[in-house]
């Protein structure tokens, strides 16, 4: 899904360069390639840039004018990050990397997008999977930025964000994507046992919101945007009224989703979804 609406652009930025390394996706199909073409936003103020993010400083080639970046573009699927290590490190390790130094080098300001996962139970999580490791090292290369080069960013920990034109296809798909999918087609809603593990699912909108608050603000602070609410995994498949099928535990699964910031010198200001996940169900049902 799109992290900047037609509207909202219309109504605070001017012009917008976004580097996309889907269409360099291999297997096509396989991996859902039309799933990210759907949320390319068709806007003459946008500019997609085919490319990967470790190659920043070449195609980005005016970064004077350049204001902001807003990093959002890592590999981010827990059980995948098992399966294409290679590809997470490149992500977000290499392409973070070379993101951190443009913004450092050409003097622009960084909206970074975190994850509960990287902070979750009293920080022990950020060792589950290649994912939660990496993402929780650009946080401590991002205080050590601030430390030593005085390096100025926003930091917004995401909590399953689900919503319009969200990726059901593939194997960066979403939780909520794939079970609309499945409804679609009137086919069983795969759930990971033990089903018990609980998120927190905020929608796109809310995280939108939050990203333009902490934009706008310019304080360099750490935010994070959920709901308050948390459903298991099973409880969510249930509110699809669907047959329901368990897969085989997976590595680096997590049973909670919780940010603790006990790691952190940074205060980290709480905002909260309004947009409820039950409601979004049942307006998807409905209208299908």
């Known amino acids: 899904m799109s992290l900047v609406s037609t509207e909202w652009l219309q109504k605070n930025l001017n012009n917008v360069k976004i580097i996309d390394s889907s269409w360099h996706l291999p ?43 807003f990093h959002f573009g890592e590999f981010a699927r827990i059980y995948q990050s098992f399966l294409q290590m290679d590809k997470c490190i490149e992500s977000n390790s290499i392409g973070t990397n070379a993101v951190f130094n443009f913004c450092l080098k050409n003097r622009i300001k960084l909206i970074y997008s975190a ?59 979403t939780v909520i994507g794939i079970f609309e999918d499945c409804y679609k087609k009137n086919k069983a809603l795969p759930v990971v046992k033990p089903g018990s593990q609980s998120r927190r699912f905020t929608h796109i909108d809310d995280t939108v919101n939050v990203c333009y608050i902490a934009w706008k603000k310019n304080l360099c602070r750490h935010y994070s945007i959920s709901h308050k609410q948390s459903f298991s995994i099973l409880e969510v498949a249930k509110m699809f009224k669907q047959r329901i099928r368990f897969l085989s535990k997976r590595p680096g699964e997590r049973y909670a989703s919780a940010l603790t910031t006990m790691n952190l010198s940074n205060k980290v200001y709480k905002h909260f979804g309004k947009i409820k996940l039950r409601d979004y169900i049942k307006s998807f049902i409905n209208n299908n």
Do not use: C
């Open 27 to 69: 297997n096509t199909k396989r991996n859902g390639y039309k799933e990210y073409l759907k949320n390319h936003i068709k806007n003459s103020r946008v500019r997609y840039i085919k490319g990967n993010t470790k190659n920043i400083s070449n195609l980005i080639t005016k970064p004077n004018e350049i204001k902001t970046v």
């Open 115 to 173: 994850t509960s996962a990287s902070l979750g139970n009293k920080g022990n999580d950020k060792n589950l999977s290649p994912y939660a490791f990496t993402k929780a090292k650009n946080l401590e290369l991002l205080e050590n930025l601030k430390k030593w080069y005085k390096f100025k960013y926003e930091v917004i920990y995401f909590y399953n964000v689900y919503g319009p034109n969200q990726i059901s296809k593939g194997n960066m798909a």
